[in-house]
């Protein structure tokens, strides 16, 4: 059966010449960029370039990139770390439908004494950002707002949040773990982005392997103590295979950059509209926002997301759901609820996330493959006959 | 991923008895769009009034389309007293068994069925017979949970969620569903399960209940233990989560008795009634 991977905003598959990149740092420069000898050294030489490579993507310097195990970590050190430094402020502004890593170590310390305000979004999925302006006060810590969504893959004016924050004394950070490989960022030209968490395997190198970028002069306690590593922020001895990888991981995306941006888009927008095109009652969450160039969320009304990925798996069809039973919850994803995505919709969404790998051919076999599964499902659905009924041959 | 066996796959993949019976005889709709999932079930009945036809049209997962699917192919030919005997547990049994994540499928099927053969009986409920709605995100009542507590032996408040979806949204009802849990066990004398994590809860129970529970632990897990070495222990009292006893016997005049009674008795008693409990020697 062959596999038709549309779910890379979950995870990617590692490049090859990523993995080529890696292989020599596990028998053979397998040294301890801290030793003294040469052979440790030139293990570290190695660790100094991927350190650069990744600042490049960024547009940052090699000493604003602390490596970390993942994009949690990098959200969990941003947030700890900025309240740490300002024990007497206790309030974190942040959004609705930010990642888990975020919102759950917000919700956990609110908890401790922290006061959190949580900025909502609209139908399309847009913030306010005039209401983070009235929520950040002299006791905002920290705002956290994401770069782009993983669900939806709508971005919010990141770089606008940032100038609005510059004049106030607080810290900011952004998750831009989906947004980092597929929109260019440049950080020398936006001051205002304090902290800035990216994940490896999202970006095609290997799972395990992360960054938290932290500005100069931004105050942060360290995460992890120990050694000297990652200047004392960090310490424990570097991952450095992984590290070099998501060092050739960051030199591809910044060439494939133009790829991501056109390509991508152009048979994203071609599934899309397919899709719009041959099923009726279909939704485009997001729609009418500025989106990833990888990513849509459809909305099959009446249909029930787990059923419509079971379909599709058995075709080889790799997508994800926001629907309540794929989470193991019973409710469907916090961030089509945030956006007020009616039930009808909420529970049949599925969201296809594309990467440089993927062709045109692959969405034709899903356009010509996915219409039949929700006409099939529909006609199982009680929902679906009312529907019909009740719009009296409004609904094909 | 979900692990589904291949015979909840084959109603998944090519479900049975789709459709809505014209005219039928009993019709049963639970669930809600907003819940997740739903099923409507219709069903007809021959001269002998047995089923003769079953259709159903599902909203939901794969495990709600194959248990609909599945209920339907199992109470055809059944007459409704063998059908209104049919537990979400046969379905989950006839389907190979279901993710337990998932046994709330079942359930929807059997409230289904059961709601189809009240309408072919003309039961109208009324609302106190429905119950109170304990879980508001789900629409659950307190008469479905105590079924399905009753019928599955759950102890636990995640199995009614699984089971049920209560509890499973805003989670404020969760104190609610304790209490119902708490009220089954202590009227049946069912032992909680051992998967209830240890700390993690402090039951809610009433003197009489927790009192009633003790000596049944006392009775079932402690006293065989003490009377093979010549020993006995007694219940005198219980004042709050202070729990009264005396030792007998050979006990009671045993140098290790404050061990027992720490390391024996009082995790015995944490084990099986309530976290909370303390043991305390009563001389007299």
Redesign the interface.
């Known amino acids: 059966m062959r596999t038709v991977y549309v779910d890379n905003n979950a995870t990617t598959r590692t490049a090859p010449e990523v993995l080529e990149a890696m292989l020599p740092f596990f028998c053979d420069l397998y040294g301890n960029p801290s030793s003294m000898h040469f052979f440790g050294g030139q293990v570290e030489q190695c660790l100094r370039k991927a350190r650069s490579q990744v600042a490049e993507l960024l547009g940052a310097g090699p000493d604003e990139i602390v490596f970390t195990s993942c994009g949690t970590e990098s959200d969990n050190a941003a947030v700890f770390g900025t309240l740490e430094t300002a024990p007497h402020k206790r309030h974190i502004v942040t959004t609705r439908v930010e990642h888990p890593a975020v919102r759950n170590v917000a919700r956990h310390l609110s908890k401790k004494g922290y006061r959190l305000t949580e900025l909502p979004v609209d139908g399309s999925g847009a913030l306010d950002i005039r209401q983070l302006d009235h929520a950040v006060t002299q006791d905002t810590a920290l705002v956290s707002i994401m770069w782009a969504n993983n669900e939806t893959g709508v971005m919010f004016p990141v770089e606008e949040i940032a100038d609005m924050l510059r004049d106030r004394d607080v810290i900011f950070h952004t998750d831009a773990v989906q947004a980092v490989g597929k929109i260019p960022i440049d950080l020398s030209r936006q001051k205002g982005i304090h902290l800035l968490s990216l994940s490896g395997h999202k970006l095609h190198a290997p799972k395990g392997v992360g960054v938290l970028y932290i500005r100069k002069g931004t105050p942060l306690a360290p995460f992890v103590i120990g050694g000297h590593q990652e200047h004392g922020r960090r310490g424990g001895t570097e991952n450095v295979p992984y590290i070099v990888g998501l060092g050739k991981a960051a030199e591809l995306a910044g060439q494939r950059l133009g790829d991501e941006n056109t390509r991508v888009r152009g048979i994203r927008d071609h599934l899309e509209q397919g899709l719009l095109a041959a099923v009726p009652n279909t939704l485009v969450n997001g729609k009418g926002q500025p989106r990833l160039p990888n990513t849509t969320n459809l909305s099959f009304e ?3 997301g ?2 419509i990925l ?2 599709l ?2 075709l080889g069809i790799c997508a994800s759901s926001g ?4 989470s ?5 994803s916090h961030v089509l609820r945030a956006m007020g995505v009616p ?2 919709a909420a ?1 049949g969404s599925i969201r296809f996330s594309l990467s440089g790998y993927n062709t045109r051919e692959e969405m034709d076999y899903i356009l010509e493959h996915l219409p039949r599964i929700i006409e099939k499902l529909r ?7 009312s529907a019909v009924r009740s719009s009296a041959g409004g609904v094909q | ?2 692990e589904y066996t291949d015979k909840v796959k084959k109603y ?2 090519n ?1 049975v008895n ?1 459709g ?1 019976i014209e005219h039928p005889d009993g019709v049963g ?1 639970v669930g809600s ?2 819940c ?5 079930l219709t069903f007809k009945l021959d001269a002998e009034g047995r089923i003769a036809d079953a259709r ?7 495990s ?2 194959a248990s609909s699917s599945a209920l339907t192919e199992m109470i055809k030919g059944m007459t409704l007293e063998e059908a209104s005997r049919i537990t979400n547990q046969d379905i989950a049994d006839f389907l190979g068994g279901l993710p337990r ?1 998932k046994m709330h499928c079942s359930v929807m099927g059997m409230e289904a069925l059961q709601a189809a053969i009240a309408h072919y009986r003309g039961d109208q409920k009324t609302r106190e017979e429905e119950g109170n709605v304990i879980c508001k ?2 629409g659950v009542t307190d008469r479905e949970i105590e079924r399905v507590v009753r019928q599955n032996r759950l102890s636990t408040r995640e199995e009614v ?1 699984n089971y049920t ?1 209560a509890g ?2 805003c989670e404020s009802c969760h104190d609610a569903i304790q209490a119902i849990i708490d009220r089954i066990l202590a009227e049946e004398g069912t032992q909680p399960s051992k998967e209830r994590k240890a700390g993690t809860k402090v039951r809610r129970l009433t003197n009489i209940q927790k009192m009633k529970m003790i000596e049944e632990t006392l009775e079932r897990e402690v006293k065989p233990a003490l009377q093979h070495d010549g020993g006995d222990i007694e219940l005198i009292d219980l004042e709050g989560n202070r729990v009264m006893v005396a030792l007998r016997g050979a006990c009671s005049a045993c140098a290790a008795s404050e061990v027992t009674l720490k390391g024996y008795v009082e995790s015995k008693l944490r084990e099986f009634v309530s976290e909370d409990l303390v043991v305390e020697e009563v001389r007299e």
């Open positions: 009446y249909v029930e787990e059923s079971l379909h798996s058995n629907s309540a039973c794929t193991g919850s019973l409710e469907p039930f009808t529970h006609a199982i659905s009680p929902f679906w006959n | 991923m979900w998944f993949e479900p789709v809505e709709e769009l907003a997740g999932d739903a099923l409507k159903f049209q599902t909203f939901g997962c794969a709600a389309i994540e995100c789900f969620t979806k499973g949204g």
